[in-house]
């Protein structure tokens, strides 16, 4: 037996600079319900993203299911994934390696920024640090 030294599970909740209000529950670990689930609700109706494992580009059923709700509908409808996105590299754990490297040669031959950048990281660690620091604390800590 090895006691857990880090987090398994981790919640956030905030206000954005606009006001828009966000709650997000990130837990380690696979689920026997939904393991990634994505809800946007909005005054023009709801968006639902869904996978299998806990990052929609990683798992088994492809394309992740996209849901989307009108104001004046009552349940969520399955919106088709766009054909133009293809998956055409490996399956399993090097999959996000491949379609990131991908990305980045896209970005470095068209002049697109659809990878990460140096900056989104430390973007990324602040809200890392400010999320270590507000559970340390038990305060809210603005970003």
Not at 112 to 136: M, P
């Amino acid at each position: 037996m090895v006691p857990i030294t880090t987090p398994d599970q981790i919640i956030v909740a905030g206000k954005l600079e606009d006001g828009t209000l966000v709650s997000v529950h990130y837990r380690g670990g696979l689920s026997r319900g939904t393991n990634f689930r994505w809800a946007i609700n909005g005054t023009r109706g709801d968006l639902v993203v869904t996978s299998s494992l806990g990052y929609p580009a990683v798992g088994e059923v492809w394309p992740p299911w996209i849901l989307t709700r009108s104001p004046l509908c009552h349940r969520l409808a399955i919106l088709p994934f766009p054909q133009n996105i293809r998956r055409n590299g490996p399956s399993g754990p090097g999959q996000a390696v491949f379609y990131n490297y991908a990305r980045l040669a896209e970005d470095l031959r068209t002049g697109t920024h659809l990878s990460a950048t140096f900056d989104d990281a430390v973007v990324l660690h602040k809200v890392i640090g400010a999320v270590e620091i507000s559970a340390n604390s038990g305060s809210r800590k603005a970003l």
